[in-house]
């Protein structure tokens, strides 16, 4: 299905990039600007943004990595304490 038709972009080009990027690198942060450059692309319009993003999401490997997750939560922890 495509998903981004400003560039011929489909559903499986976005799950290969994804279990790709995993693959490469299993702590990356995986976005939509990495997704798009994987693929060798730019977004023009947005108008797929939403479709793109939930296609990301379908894919188990778009996880945030273990070691990753929570940062936001200890910083602000962190804060607290330091007064
Ligand atoms: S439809 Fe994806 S950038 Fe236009």
Redesign the pocket.
């Known amino acids: 299905m495509i ?5 011929a ?1 489909t559903d499986r080009d976005i799950h290969a990039a994804i279990d790709w990027m995993r693959a490469s690198d299993p702590q990356t942060i995986i976005t939509p600007g990495k997704v798009y450059h994987a693929l060798g692309k ?8 939403a479709l ?1 993003l939930s296609t990301m999401r379908q894919n188990a490997n778009l996880e945030v990595p273990a070691e990753l997750r929570g940062l936001k939560e200890l910083r602000k922890n962190t804060r607290r304490q330091r007064g």
Not at 3 to 7: F, G, I, L
């Open positions: 998903v981004c038709s400003c560039n972009i730019k977004p023009d319009c947005g108008g797929c943004m793109f």
